[in-house]
């Protein structure tokens, strides 16, 4: 039915904003479940009506009712996003249980990108516990088998790391971080062996861009020592595969497929 989607994005919404106090506050070793949503400048409790997703921000004008501060565009963003991909996954799949997985992988890959940027870190709770959701759910996983699973994740985490520990020797600096392993393991555990080709293929792909288009804002040199956090690039090379599985594929591995 066409009012499923509609639906999906309002629950998807609320979702958006649950996944907000995450990004906030697993980072801070804040708890997620208390205190309610407030003001991170004043501490203002927000009242069930401040708290409504998107139309709140807007009806505020993006400010904070108690102290005027200016509301981050992160969350109305986070949870457009949040509702635009459960419209897609329900849309596309409709309420099945693949509609549910993809899109409970997609909201760890939103939290894990916003985290990555702002505090350059990628917390153990998202990845660790995203690649034992991705091997739980290996079994009802249109795109692999528990094996398939198993096997992403190990050589996810195992084959960068030995990458990563091979550019440390080469270059005498760190060039993927721990958290990138573990977000990596994550997401083999969800898309599979084959695919990570393709999701680390993108990443370069997007993080080179990604660099040029940071240095011409801050009107900067890249050098070799500039440095960018690469798990919003593996993310997003994660959420294209998982848009695109067989067209994005056949783009950029078709040896494989």
């Known amino acids: 039915m066409k009012l499923f989607p509609f639906l999906a994005f309002l629950f998807g919404l ?102 990555d940027l702002e505090h350059r870190i990628i917390p153990d709770e998202l990845s660790l516990g995203g690649l034992l959701v991705g091997l739980v759910f290996s079994p009802f996983n249109p795109l692999v088998d528990p094996k398939g699973a198993f096997l992403g994740a190990l050589c996810g985490a195992g084959g960068f790391y030995l990458l990563g520990e091979f550019y440390f020797w080469f270059r005498g600096r760190e060039g993927l971080g721990g958290g990138d392993y573990k977000l990596l393991a994550m997401i083999g555990s969800f898309l599979g062996l084959e695919r990570l080709l393709s999701v680390v293929f993108a990443a370069s792909l997007s993080g080179v861009f990604g660099a040029l288009f940071i240095a011409l804002i801050k009107r900067q040199k890249i050098s070799g020592t500039t440095s960018i956090p690469f798990g919003p690039f593996l993310a997003l090379g994660a959420l294209l595969v998982l848009l695109f599985p067989e067209k994005f594929a056949t783009v950029f591995s078709p040896s494989i497929y």
Request: some cysteine; overall charge positive.
């Open 14 to 115: 609320c979702f958006g904003s649950f996944l907000n106090v995450v990004i906030y506050r697993l980072p801070r070793g804040l708890s997620v479940i208390a205190p309610r949503s407030f003001c991170p400048t004043c501490g203002h409790e927000l009242s069930w009506y401040e708290n409504v997703p998107l139309l709140s921000f807007f009806l505020q004008k993006g400010r904070c009712r108690a102290c005027g501060t200016k509301i981050s565009m992160r969350y109305p963003l986070v949870e457009f996003l949040s509702g635009a991909l459960a419209f897609y996954f329900v849309a596309k799949f409709d309420l099945t249980l693949t509609a549910f997985i993809f899109y409970v992988f997609s909201l760890f890959l939103l939290a894990i990108s916003f985290i």
